[in-house]
C-alpha cells in the first residue's frame, strides 16, 4: 500500500450563529452550529472532485492520516489517500463529525447558548436529513455545491441516501455501505437494550452529567458491549476468540473475565468511554431507530426523477445487523422511483465491521464506481 | 387440547444436611440442600415410568398445573398432562427448581449455615453435574432409581446430556432440545454483557444485596431484555412488532418507550426482576459458559458404552442462540462415542423460545421418541 495522506489537523467551521440560525426538521432551532472537519487532496478548479464522508455512529471527522504525535491513523485511512480508492491524488475528500456528535461538531455536550451550560437531553432530536443539512452547509463554506460522491458505512450510508434523495442534482454518486433504510424490531431492540444501559446508570443525570463527579461510564461501556457483539459476525467471533481462556490454559471458574472474549468486550466497553459522550450516543442511535427515507414514495420518486445521482449498494455477507437483505431492500426502493442502481454482496467474514476492513472485492467495487463517475465527470 | 393436569402444589424435600451434606464437583460442599419440586402423574408399581424434567436458565418447578388461586399454568403445560406428549396418565412426572436457583432450591439467596447471613457471592459456583446430582438425590428421597427420560431445553437439555453421560443405565432416553455442549464466543459474549449489567448496577453491592433498601433491579432487567433479544428469532420479531409504534400512530419522537417492541422489552425486563434473583442469573449463566461435557472423549465413550440411553436431541431452524449447528456438533460426539441419536431440525418462526410452543412437529417428535421408550419398558 503507498503512503497514505500524512499530518492532518481537525478544523472548525461555524455554519449557523444567532443572526443566521439552524433549522431542524422538528422546528426547533440552533443559534450556534460548529462543525468539526478534515479535508485530503485538493480540490481542482472546476470543484467538481469533492468526495464527502459521512460517518458511523462512533466515528468523527478524523478518518484517514495521522494527528501530530498519534501513532493510529484515521478510522478509515486504508480507503483515502494516493492510489486508494477515495484517491487523493485525484479526489478532494471531506469528511465532517455530525450534528449530535461529541467529536467537534456541535451536539448534547456543547454549550446551550440560551443557558449557558451544556444542553444534554435539551439538545433537539436529529434526524439523518439534520445531520445532512449540517454537512450541506459547511461545503457551502468551503465553497461546494455538487460533490462527486457521498460515501457512508452504516449511519454514514443512511446519511448519503438521505442527501441523494433529498437534494437531487448534488451528488453524481452515493455509496451506501452496510447501511439500511428501515430498522428491524431486532435493530430496534438492540438500540433499545444500549439506550436503558445508559439511561437507567445512576450517574446517567438525566443527561446532566457534564461537570459533575460522574458520568454514565458503565452504562455506556455495556451499550458499546452489546453494540460490539452486533458488529462482529459470529463466525469471526469464533475465529477470533472460539473459547479461550485469557492468559491461561484452564479456566478459572469465577465471575471475573476468564474467557478472552470477556476481555475483549470489556475492553472494547471500557476505552469507548475514553473517547465518546454517553449522550450523543442515545442522539444517534436514536436517529438511526427513526430513520425511514421511503416513508413517503411520491416524494422519493418525484426526487429521483429531479435528479441523476447513480447508487451504488454495498453489503457484506456476514452481516447480521443490516443484512444483505437491508441492502436489497434499499435497492428495490430505488430501483421501484427509478434510480439507477448497482449493488454488490460482499463476500468477508467481519460482520457488520466489515466495511471498516480492506477487503479486494470491496474496495475495488468502490474504486471502480468512483472511477467510473470520474471519468464522466471529466476528472483525470 | 384435553385438560391439564389440574390444580398442584410445589413441595420441599431436603436432600443434605450437616450429616449429609452435599459435595460440589469443585470439592465445595453445602451442608444444607432443599429442592423444590412438583409431581404430576402416579408412579407406577414398577417405578418405571418417570420423567424428570429439567429447567432452563429462568424456569422452576412449576412446569405444570395450576396453583391454587393462579391464572396461568406452568410454563410447559402444553407439553405435560393427560394425552399430551408427557402423557401423566401414563407417565410420573417430576419438575424440580435446579441447585443455584431461586424458586425454593438451596441458592445464592439461600441462608448460609455457617454465618446465619444469606450466600450472595459466597455460594459455590455450581456446574451442570452438580445440578443433575442434586435431582438424583431427590429422585432418592421419592424412592426412585431409574428414569424412563430425562428432558428438557436450553439449559434444561444440558443437564439431561449431562445425566446420560454420567450416569450410564440410569436413563432409557434423553431429551436434549434446543441445547448446546459448547457455549460459541458470541453466546459468551452474550452472557458477559448481561453479568457486567449486573455486577456494574450500584445496587448489587458485591452480591450482598438481600436484606437491603436496594437490589441490582436495573442490571437484571438489562441483562433479561438482551436475553431475550436472542431468545427470539430475527422474524418473529418482525412479524411480532415490525416497525409499530406503541398506542399511536406516528412516532412520538423522543427517547422513552415509543415503538412496540420497546415496550415489550421493558415488561419483560421489569417483570423478571419481580420473580428472579439477580444471583441466580449470574450463578446459572456461568454454568452455561463453562460446560463442556465431551471435553474428556475417552470418558465420554467410556460411559456411553456402559449403558445404553436413547438421546433425541431436537433444534429448530430459526433458532440463533443455539442453532441447530450446536446440535449437530453433539449428535456427532454422541455418535463418535457409539450412542444411538436420533436428531430433528424443526421448523418454527420462534427462535430460540420454540421449545416453549406447541409445535406440532416438535410435540409428535417428543411423543413418539417416549412412547417408543414406554413400550420398550412395557408401559401400558
Known amino acids: ?39 485530503y487532496g485538493e480540490l481542482n478548479e472546476d470543484r467538481s472532485n469533492a468526495i464527502f464522508i459521512c460517518h458511523a455512529l462512533s466515528g ?43 467529536g467537534g461538531t456541535t451536539g448534547p455536550s456543547s454549550e446551550d447558548p440560551a443557558t449557558g451550560s451544556p444542553y444534554g437531553l435539551r439538545f433537539p432530536l436529529v434526524q439523518v436529513r439534520d445531520l445532512v443539512e449540517v ?25 448519503a441516501l438521505q442527501w441523494a434523495i433529498d437534494h437531487p442534482g448534488e451528488l453524481d454518486g452515493a455509496l451506501v455501505i452496510a447501511a439500511s433504510a428501515h430498522l428491524s424490531a431486532q435493530n430496534i431492540a438492540f438500540s433499545a437494550v444500549a439506550r436503558e444501559a445508559i439511561m437507567s446508570d445512576p450517574d446517567f443525570a438525566h443527561g446532566d452529567y457534564y461537570g459533575t463527579d460522574g458520568s454514565p461510564d458503565r452504562g455506556l461501556a ?67 431507530d427513526y430513520f425511514e ?33 437491508h441492502s436489497r431492500r434499499v435497492t428495490d426502493e430505488l430501483r421501484l422511483a427509478g434510480a439507477p442502481v448497482t449493488f454488490q454482496e460482499v463476500e468477508s467474514r467481519h460482520g457488520h465491521d466489515s466495511f471498516l476492513f480492506e477487503i479486494p472485492e470491496y474496495h475495488e467495487t468502490v474504486a471502480g464506481f468512483l472511477d467510473r463517475l470520474a471519468t464522466e465527470r471529466g476528472i483525470g
Request: glycine content about 10%; proline content about 4%; charged content about 25%.
Open 1 to 39: 500500500m503507498p503512503d497514505g495522506v500524512g499530518l492532518v489537523e481537525t478544523r472548525t467551521a461555524v455554519v449557523a450563529d444567532p443572526d443566521h440560525p439552524f433549522r431542524l426538521e422538528n422546528g426547533a432551532t440552533l443559534e450556534k452550529v460548529e462543525v468539526a472537519y478534515e479535508t
Open 60 to 102: 468523527d471527522a478524523h478518518a484517514a492520516g495521522l494527528h501530530q504525535g498519534a501513532d493510529r491513523p484515521g478510522w478509515w485511512d486504508n480507503i483515502v489517500g494516493p492510489g486508494r480508492p477515495l484517491d487523493t491524488d485525484r479526489f478532494f475528500v471531506v469528511c465532517a463529525n455530525v450534528l449530535g456528535g461529541c
Open 135 to 159: 454537512h450541506r452547509a459547511l461545503l457551502a463554506e468551503l465553497g461546494i455545491d455538487h460533490l462527486l460522491a457521498a460515501v457512508g458505512g452504516s449511519l454514514g450510508g443512511m446519511q
Open 222 to 288: 455495556i451499550a458499546r458491549m452489546i453494540g460490539h457483539i452486533t458488529y462482529l459476525s459470529e463466525e469471526s467471533m469464533r475465529e477470533k476468540f472460539g473459547r479461550r481462556i485469557q492468559d491461561s490454559d484452564a479456566p478459572r471458574y469465577g465471575f471475573d473475565v476468564d474467557f478472552e472474549v470477556e476481555s475483549y468486550l470489556r475492553y472494547q466497553g471500557t476505552s469507548f468511554v475514553e473517547r465518546f459522550d454517553a449522550n450523543t450516543y442515545l442522539y444517534l442511535g436514536r436517529t438511526m
Open 293 to 325: 427515507p421511503f416513508a413517503d414514495p411520491t416524494y422519493v420518486q418525484h426526487q429521483i426523477a429531479e435528479g441523476d445521482t447513480a447508487f451504488l449498494l454495498v453489503s457484506f455477507d456476514s452481516d447480521w445487523r443490516f443484512s444483505t437483505s
